[in-house]
């Protein structure tokens, strides 16, 4: 028993806009399940496949009263080509900013709606992740996030020390999942969550129960009566788990 991560979801005041932001950026396409939700993922995939981690973007009445602490930082494959990146971004309505990082060698950006992300210099081991890089959250204990986190899905954890860890798909494909030793975790928060999806025939029910035995704890979002259930990570941060389809 495992869940599978396969989406970051962003709260926004305009889902259709922000999604079409996301997909310009990224080379993907967008599709939607209702009103008021955009869902941005890679040309001609069938959704859920390790090879991505999708972007669900879902309208919120007031998007400014959510703070999550995951971003996304983007790949890039050449000097070059992450200066050209960079410019595509601005001009798509992307803005530089400044949160005190000084002289680095990423980028940092905002989104139309204010959401953080970076847009890496070349790396290495990012080479085959596709456009976005890693997911990341901030937190205050990388190694108990590593072994929650690696517990209640099936990633394997790939690098894990007092500042950082890494995991990625038990598949090795896709982006990585990392969680960032942050002074306060809290200083940057975003409108970016995680959600989690069971297998085929495995039980939501019981995987949220087991996920409690791992120290989740359950979470009101002001969700109301959804097929999927929110709870919270033992650092508290929030994310749902998803109905099978």
Request: proline letters at 8%.
């Amino acid at each position: 028993m495992a869940l599978r991560l396969v989406q970051v979801n962003f709260k926004a005041r305009d889902d259709s806009a922000l999604g079409r932001f996301w997909a310009d950026a990224l080379g993907w396409g967008v599709s939607s399940e209702g009103p008021g939700v955009t869902n941005v993922e890679p040309p001609d995939f069938t959704w859920p496949d390790p090879v991505a981690v999708c972007i669900d973007v879902v309208k919120v009445p007031d998007p400014e009263t959510v703070t999550y602490r995951a971003h996304l930082d983007l790949a890039t494959t050449s000097a070059a080509h992450q200066v050209e990146l960079v410019e595509r971004l601005k001009s798509l309505g992307a803005t530089p900013a400044d949160i005190g990082q000084g002289d680095v060698p990423w980028t940092v950006l905002a989104d139309p709606e204010g959401n953080l992300f970076c847009v890496l210099e070349p790396r290495e081991i990012y080479r085959d992740t596709g456009p976005i890089a890693t997911v990341v959250v901030n937190c205050a204990d990388p190694r108990a996030m590593a072994e929650f986190w690696g517990q209640a899905t099936d990633w394997i954890v790939h690098e894990v020390d007092e500042n950082h860890a890494r995991l990625r798909s038990a598949a090795g494909v896709g982006p990585y999942l990392e969680f960032l030793r942050t002074e306060d975790p809290d200083s940057f928060c975003g409108r970016v969550h995680l959600d989690v999806l069971p297998y085929a025939g495995d039980d939501q029910a019981t995987e949220v129960d087991r996920l409690r035995t791992l120290g989740a704890a359950d979470a009101d979002v002001g969700q109301g009566d959804v097929p999927w259930v929110c709870l919270a990570d033992p650092e508290g941060n929030e994310f749902c788990v998803l109905a099978p389809r």
